[in-house]
């Protein structure tokens, strides 16, 4: 019988390098589908252009052995380089962009401005009626920002994913 502690889910932020060629998201994003498993943030970029690299950063949830399972999956895949875990093997920082848009006037209006500052959030676009604002942070600090934008007119929110790096020399390469 397990114990508690095997049963216990856990954010993973997992970095993929992989080649840069078509399908490959496909087969990853397959990969997760077809075994049930939950992708929360998902971005892929192109990091090296001389060796057709693309990275890939994932967060998902899941008991440690669910994890360890995901990992091994995405390791033979073909394209794939190399499989990080980053928040095991040590330090690293991870970041999210977010456009928020607030519909208003009058007093929601500079309330919305007021928060923005305080949340060190940049204003990139404004009307007499609304205002859009960039944010870049932790998930929470994002979320604790849309939560306090709702009362105040929140109309749409656009946000990238994490995207995560090791702190250090530590690098992902193939």
């Known amino acids: 019988?397990?114990?508690?502690?095997?049963?216990?889910?856990?954010?993973?932020?997992?970095?993929?390098?992989?080649?840069?060629?078509?399908?490959?998201l496909a087969r990853v994003i397959g990969l997760f589908s077809g075994r049930g498993y939950n992708i929360e943030s998902l971005t892929v970029a192109p990091v090296d252009d001389e060796k057709r690299l693309s990275r890939i950063t994932v967060v998902t949830t899941g008991t440690?052995?669910?994890?360890?399972?995901?990992?091994?999956?995405?390791?033979?895949?073909?394209?794939?380089?190399?499989?990080s875990d980053l928040g095991l093997e040590g330090p690293h920082l991870v970041r999210e962009l977010a456009l928020i848009k607030v519909v208003g006037r009058g007093e929601n209006r500079m309330e919305a401005l007021r928060l923005a500052?305080?949340?060190r959030a940049r204003v990139v676009d404004a009307?007499?009626?609304?205002?859009?604002?960039?944010?870049?942070?932790?998930?929470?600090?994002?979320?604790?920002?849309?939560?306090?934008?709702?009362?105040?007119?929140?109309?749409?929110?656009?946000r990238t994913g994490a995207v995560a790096i090791a702190r250090g020399t530590r690098a992902l390469a193939a």
């Open 1 to 24: 019988m397990p114990s508690n502690t095997d049963l216990t889910q856990r954010t993973a932020t997992v970095a993929v390098l992989v080649e840069n060629e078509a399908g490959v």
């Open 127 to 158: 009307t007499p009626e609304s205002a859009v604002f960039e944010m870049t942070g932790s998930a929470d600090k994002i979320d604790a920002f849309i939560a306090l934008m709702r009362p105040l007119g929140l109309a749409e929110v656009s």
């Open 117 to 119: 500052d305080a949340f």
């Open 64 to 83: 440690d052995m669910v994890i360890e399972q995901i990992k091994a999956q995405l390791d033979r895949l073909v394209p794939v380089h190399r499989v």
